[in-house]
């Protein structure tokens, strides 16, 4: 097997008269020291099943099959999903048939639409949406056991933050709904084409061994409502949620969890405590 370096990058762009843009998140990365580093930290199973989400031009999706029995392949841009199985018969002979492409955006993709159950995630997420559609895909496919993606710097920062830091936000909790999340390296800008004029990271989530209990969307729910007033004390905050701010004190208590705090110091499991301090209330007053 061989990998893409930058020549082949542009030879492969400028053969579907490719421009990159920026709408669509496209920066393909043509370093094969990068690729092959991600594959690695990701410490995918060799029987295992990958799904990844915008391969561009294939060089991750190269480095992926070296390591991996299967690859899925997420791609909206229809030239580029129509390229890749070329790309790999041609830097990867006789592994064509671990490939699966598939022509669509991640945002509306479902368990149900794929072949099998992936059980690890890497990509090179586009900024843009690399937030909502990590979210949406750890919701819609259980069997995502292992995340490895890399995203904007100041977002990976945002994923693995703790409570209580500066960085901590609505990434950092429904992250850690999932599972245990990691800043796991930094990604130079030389190593893309176009260059990016913001730096990348790696992001690593361990999902949960059991999942959680508990109704996902309220938790989420509140989880919004308190950081789209992030300055303010959650009892004002979570005023429009509850109803009032006399209610939202109340169910706040009813969490064990002080009104005066902010949402920026709760980890996920008091946000779901609230959520189901809510349930409650709601079900003693009945229909």
């Known amino acids: 097997m061989t990998l893409l370096g930058a020549a082949e990058v542009r030879r492969l762009a400028a053969q579907l008269d490719l421009r990159p843009t920026k709408s669509l998140g496209q920066n393909f990365v043509h370093d094969a020291n990068t690729v092959r580093r991600i594959a690695l930290a ?8 990958v799904l990844e989400i915008g391969p561009g031009l294939g060089s991750l999706t190269l480095a992926l099959l ?22 790999v018969a041609a830097h990867a002979p006789g592994r064509v048939g671990d490939l ?29 949406v690399a937030v909502p559609v990590l979210l949406h895909l750890l919701s819609e496919i259980p069997s995502l056991q292992r995340v490895l993606v890399m995203v904007q710097a100041e977002v990976a920062d945002r994923l693995a933050a703790p409570p209580g830091s500066r960085t901590y936000g609505s990434p ?43 109704d996902r969307k309220a938790v989420f729910a509140v989880i919004d409502a308190a950081f789209a007033q992030r300055r303010k004390t959650l009892r004002a905050a979570l005023s429009g949620w509850a109803g009032s701010p006399v209610r939202a004190e109340e169910l706040l208590r009813a969490a064990g969890v002080d009104p005066g705090l902010r949402g920026e110091m709760l980890d996920v499991d008091a946000f779901a405590r609230i959520a189901e301090a809510r349930a409650a209330a709601d079900l003693q007053v009945g229909p």
């Open 42 to 49: 990701a410490k995918l199973d060799r029987a295992g099943h």
């Open 66 to 87: 070296e390591v991996s029995a299967t690859v899925t392949a997420i791609e909206i841009d229809h030239r580029l999903a129509d390229l890749l199985p070329t790309t």
């Open 100 to 128: 699966t492409v598939i022509t669509a955006d991640a945002m509306t993709i479902l368990g149900t639409d794929l072949a099998g159950e992936p059980t690890s995630l890497v990509a090179n997420l586009p900024y843009n």
């Open 172 to 214: 950092s909790a429904k992250a850690a709904w999932y599972g245990s999340a990691r800043r796991a390296g930094a990604i130079g800008r030389s190593v893309f084409w176009p260059v990016p004029g913001v730096d990348s990271a790696l992001v690593a989530i361990d999902r949960h061994a059991v999942p959680r209990a508990g």
